[in-house]
């Protein structure tokens, strides 16, 4: 049983992150790890704080001479931000669209911060780092999980899907993490005219697990059904408010024959489309599982929402607090993150195993007597995105 919790405020001293279930023998290091707390960093769109982090994990147990060791791997990342508690000013005017409000009430607070400091989507950061370790797992087992923009303030990317090597070359030559270049102008000129106007802006990223074998999931109860599991995941991350997997935003348009996926034979089964995104019946058919996150534009902005202050009953504005304009290229890597934990879960629920070795003898085991063929991952897919370069000076903080 895979398990994982975050603690940690947006600017206390550190982030932690918990993760128990990964079996003993899986090689770590913190090069595993921090390419993609540096990817999450980047990316057009974000805000002031991205100057100040440079996002590095320290990996503080569940490691044995460079292996893990089946205890609980506990991963810390400094904030460089960090702002002691006496000098944050109460903030007793709640912001529309964020835990201000729901979290004074809820918790009984006179000053929204520490429903800021626990809400706010920082704690991501540890997501991407316990997700670096679910990549690792993965990749022992030819699984890659990979994420891309597809969707920035309404301009709909087509990228070419028939190579995911070149698909992540591409995203990885992009600003946007988008891998067609052709609608990137038009994006920029989006987010331009949104910082013009002093606004954020939404869109939509793509994740998809390949290699990701049938039988993840299963439709016995409600609660196993991969596709809910994976909803689930997806739906935790700050400012996502709708998830699709595979086409499902677009086939309830179509008639059910055009909505379905046929299938046929070549020295296994095979399908020659994908609508169901990899999923049938709660459990996984073989084919590329695809997962869309639907993130609003952040609540937060440079022109101020009306509120009203909490100490006086009076209607005022909302004080600004720096924030990104586009928060998609970031969280299409969050979104990674969350289906890669997902389907370690789902695979060590199949297969089980204390020790890796045992986990692959399992899991070639049962690949032998399905009629499925694993596809063949492009090199590009087969290592962890490059780590960061060395860290600089933070910026002075202001409060």
Known sequence: ????????ESHGEELIGVLEGVPAGLP?????????LWRRQGGVG????????????RIVSGLWKGETTGAPIGLSIPNRSEIPHHKQPPRTVPRPGHADMTGMLKYGFDDANPAIERASARETAMRVALGAVAHTFL?????AVVG?????????????????GELVAERDRSPLYCADRSVEEEMLSKIEAARAREETLGGVAEVVALGVPPGLGSYAQWDRRLEASLARAILS???VKATSIGDGTETPLDFG???????FWQEGVVRRTNRAGGIEGGISNGEPIVVKAFFKPIATQRRPLRSVDLTTGEETECRYIRSDTLIVPAGSVVAEAMVALTIVEALL?????????????????????????????????????????EPVEAPAEEV
């Open 257 to 263: 024959r055009d909505a379905q996926d046929e299938l």
């Open 1 to 8: 049983m895979l398990r994982y919790m975050t603690a940690g």
């Open 139 to 143: 990749r022992a087992f030819d699984i």
């Open 349 to 389: 629920d199949k297969l089980g195993g204390d020790q890796l070795d045992d986990t692959r003898a399992a899991f070639e085991r049962y690949v032998e007597r399905i009629p499925w063929r694993a596809p063949v991952l492009p090199d590009a897919l087969r290592a962890a995105p490059a780590p960061p370069p």
């Open 28 to 36: 770590l290091s913190v090069d595993d790890i921090d390419g993609y």
């Open 46 to 57: 974000r805000g002031a704080r991205m100057n100040i982090e440079r996002d590095r994990v």
């Open 237 to 239: 991350i700050q400012s």
């Open 148 to 164: 891309h923009v597809i969707v920035v303030g309404g301009v709909q990317a087509s990228p070419d899907r028939s190579d995911w």
